[in-house]
C-alpha cells in the first residue's frame, strides 16, 4: 500500500470514528447580518436547543452538524430578532376589543363608528382609541353634546391616540363626579365659556379610569395573544412594555411558564407605591423570556394634545406651557429612591422643560454610580445645551415614526426655532452614542418596517416632504438597523444573550422578503417577515 492510500484509509477511519453532531436546526444559503460588532455578514447559522451554536460564511456548518430539520433560505436576508423599545403590547391587545379610531378624517366618522361597533358589540361602558384632531379639517379638540343626545344613558370615553386625552360623555364624567368645579393637577379638565367640553388631558383621564370596567381574566389572556400575534407577525421577538401593574406581568409570566406565550417581554413597571414598595424590595426578576428590572414614570403629556411640558409657551396656544403629570420633586424622589435599587428608571418626556428635569433629576441620583443604563422615554423636544447630558450614559429611547406623524404641525407647537431640537435622533445618537428604538404602538403602527422607514427617509409612505423631514437628524441604515436590535438588547441589560446572530445567543431572527439593508429605501414599508424564530422555534 502507498503512503496516499495509507493516509486516506487512516482519514476516512478518523471521520467514521467522529460523527457530525446531532443539533436542532441549520438554515443555510442565506444573507445573515450579524450585527456583531464588527457587523459581519454570514451565510448559514446552526441551532441547538434554542441557542445559537455556529455561524459561518464559509458554508462549512453542514461538515460539523447534522440537523433534524434543514432551511434553505434561498439567498433571503435574515436579522436578528427584532425588539420594539417602547411600546404597550398589553395596551394593543386590549384595543383590539375596543372601537377602532385611528386614521379617522372627522368627527362625524368617529360617530358613525361608535354607533356602528355598539350596535354590533353592545356595552355598558363603550371604549375607543386612536382619534387625533390633527388628522381633521378642523383641528381643533371634539366635544361631547353629540355623544350626550346618542348615549344619554351609557358611559363613553374615547382615548386619544397617544393616550394622553380622553373624549367623554355626560353619564361617565357623572360617574367619575366630575365636575365644572373639579381641580387636578398635572392636566386639564377642557372647558368653553366655562362648561366641560368632554376632553380631559392626563391626570383627569385617570378618575375616568377608576369607573371603567376592569376586563375579566379571559379578556386579559386573549389581549396579549391578540398583541402576540400582530407583534411576531412583523417579525417582532421582544417588547418593551412601557407601563405594567403586578397582576399584568404576573400574568404574562404564567403564559410564557404554560407555553402559551412565546414573545420575550422587558417590563416596565407602572410607577404606583404598591409596586414600587413590592419590585424594588423584590429585586430584579429574569427569566429566558421575561425581565422585569425597570421602572415607567411619566413626566409629562404629548405634544399632540398640547400636554408636553414646554420652558415657553406653545406657539398655537397663548400663554399654555403644558403640565408635568408627575410633579419636579416627585421625580426627584423617585430618582433618589430607584437609584438605591437594582432597577432602572424609564421616563415619559416630551417637552423641553420635562426633558430637562428629568435629565438633572438623572444626573444628581446617579452621581457616582456606574453602568445603570436609565432612559428618557421619547426624548422628543430638546434644548439645544440640554444634549450634552446625555454623554453620562443616559439612552434615548426614541421613535422614528412619532417624527413623521407629527412633522405636519409640530413647527405649528414649537415655532421655527424650537423644532430644530425636536425628534433628533442622530444628534441624540452622537451624544448618547447609542440610542433604542421603539414604535410606542399603539400610538402608533406594531410594524418595524415603517420605524426603520422614518428613521432613515423621514418620510410618510407618500414621500412627503420631499427630501426628508429635518435629516440633519437621519439615522444611516446600520444605525437603524442595530437601534432595533443589538442597542435595544443593550440598553435592557440583554446584549449578551439576545441583538445580534453570534454563537451562544438565543436563536431569535427573522427572514425578510428582501435586503433592508440595500433595498430601495421607499420600498421598506411593504417588507415583510417570512419567517420568524424564538429561540430556534418557528413562531410564524
Given at each position: 500500500m502507498n503512503k496516499f492510500l495509507f493516509y486516506f484509509s487512516i482519514t476516512l477511519l478518523f471521520?467514521?470514528?467522529?460523527?457530525?453532531?446531532?443539533?436542532d436546526l441549520i438554515v443555510f444559503n442565506a444573507n445573515v447580518y450579524t450585527v456583531d460588532a464588527?457587523?459581519?455578514?454570514?451565510t448559514s447559522i446552526a441551532v441547538n436547543n434554542g441557542i445559537i451554536v455556529a455561524v459561518s460564511n464559509t458554508g462549512n456548518i453542514n461538515q460539523k452538524y447534522k440537523a433534524k430539520k434543514e432551511i434553505d433560505a434561498k439567498g433571503k436576508t435574515i436579522v436578528p430578532g427584532l425588539i420594539d423599545a417602547h411600546c404597550h403590547f398589553y395596551g394593543l391587545g386590549l384595543t383590539q376589543q375596543v372601537v377602532?379610531?385611528?386614521?379617522?378624517?372627522?368627527?362625524?366618522?368617529?360617530?358613525?363608528?361608535?354607533?356602528?361597533?355598539?350596535?354590533?358589540?353592545?356595552?355598558?361602558?363603550?371604549?375607543?382609541?386612536?382619534?387625533d384632531q390633527n388628522d381633521w379639517d378642523i383641528k381643533e379638540f371634539p366635544t361631547k353634546e353629540k355623544l350626550d343626545e346618542l348615549f344619554p344613558d351609557t358611559p363613553i370615553a374615547l382615548e386619544r391616540v397617544d393616550g394622553h386625552a380622553y373624549l367623554v360623555n355626560q353619564k361617565a364624567l357623572d360617574l367619575a363626579g366630575i365636575t365644572a368645579s373639579t381641580q387636578i393637577e398635572g392636566g386639564e379638565i377642557v372647558k368653553k365659556d366655562g362648561?366641560?367640553?368632554?376632553?380631559?388631558?392626563?391626570?383627569?383621564?385617570?378618575?375616568?379610569d377608576a369607573v371603567i370596567p376592569q376586563p375579566n381574566r379571559a379578556t386579559q389572556i386573549q389581549a396579549l395573544k391578540d398583541a402576540e400575534r400582530l407583534c411576531l407577525d412583523y417579525g417582532l421577538t421582544t417588547v418593551n412594555d412601557a407601563g405594567l401593574y403586578k397582576s399584568t406581568i404576573e400574568l404574562i409570566d404564567s403564559l410564557q411558564n404554560a407555553g402559551e406565550l412565546s414573545i420575550r417581554v422587558y417590563a416596565m413597571v407602572s410607577n404606583t407605591n404598591d409596586n414600587l414598595d413590592y419590585y424594588l424590595d423584590k429585586g430584579i426578576i429574569k427569566t429566558d423570556k421575561l425581565n422585569v428590572r425597570s421602572v415607567k414614570v411619566y413626566g409629562d403629556g404629548a405634544l399632540g394634545s398640547r400636554g408636553a411640558a414646554l420652558r415657553e409657551p406653545y406657539s398655537d396656544k397663548e400663554g399654555h406651557f403644558g403640565a408635568m403629570v408627575t410633579p419636579v420633586d416627585q421625580i426627584e424622589g423617585l430618582a433618589e429612591r430607584i437609584a438605591a435599587s437594582e432597577y432602572q428608571m424609564n421616563t415619559h418626556a416630551i417637552g423641553d422643560s420635562a426633558n430637562i428635569v428629568v435629565l438633572r433629576a438623572y444626573k444628581k441620583a446617579l452621581e457616582?454610580?456606574?453602568d445603570r443604563r436609565w432612559k428618557v422615554e421619547h426624548a422628543q423636544v430638546i434644548s439645544e445645551a440640554d444634549f450634552d447630558y446625555f454623554e453620562n450614559g443616559i439612552i434615548p429611547s426614541i421613535q422614528p415614526t412619532h417624527a413623521t406623524s407629527d412633522m405636519y404641525w409640530a413647527e405649528d407647537r414649537l415655532g421655527a426655532a424650537r423644532v430644530q431640537g425636536a425628534y433628533a435622533f442622530k444628534t441624540l445618537l452622537d451624544k448618547a452614542g447609542t440610542v433604542a428604538?421603539?414604535?410606542?404602538?399603539?400610538?402608533?403602527h406594531v410594524s418595524p418596517f415603517l420605524t426603520f422607514y422614518a428613521a432613515v427617509a423621514r418620510q410618510d409612505l407618500e414621500k412627503y416632504p420631499e427630501g426628508g423631514f429635518q435629516m440633519k437628524d437621519a439615522l444611516s441604515r446600520e444605525e437603524t438597523l442595530k437601534g432595533m436590535t443589538i442597542w435595544a438588547a443593550h440598553s435592557n441589560f440583554e446584549e449578551s444573550e439576545k441583538g445580534s446572530i453570534e454563537v451562544g445567543k438565543f436563536a431569535d431572527f427573522v427572514i425578510l422578503s428582501d435586503d433592508i439593508m440595500t433595498m430601495p429605501v421607499d420600498g421598506i414599508p411593504n417588507l415583510k417577515a417570512e419567517q420568524v424564530f424564538v429561540g430556534g422555534n418557528q413562531v410564524k
Open positions: 471521520v467514521s470514528c467522529n460523527p457530525k453532531e446531532e443539533i464588527n457587523f459581519s455578514k454570514a377602532d379610531l385611528v386614521g379617522t378624517s372627522s368627527f362625524d366618522e368617529i360617530i358613525d363608528k361608535v354607533v356602528a361597533f355598539q350596535k354590533e358589540h353592545p356595552a355598558n361602558f363603550i371604549q375607543g382609541r386612536g382619534w362648561k366641560i367640553t368632554g376632553v380631559l388631558v392626563d391626570n383627569p383621564q385617570r378618575m375616568i457616582g454610580k456606574q428604538l421603539g414604535t410606542d404602538f399603539p400610538v402608533e
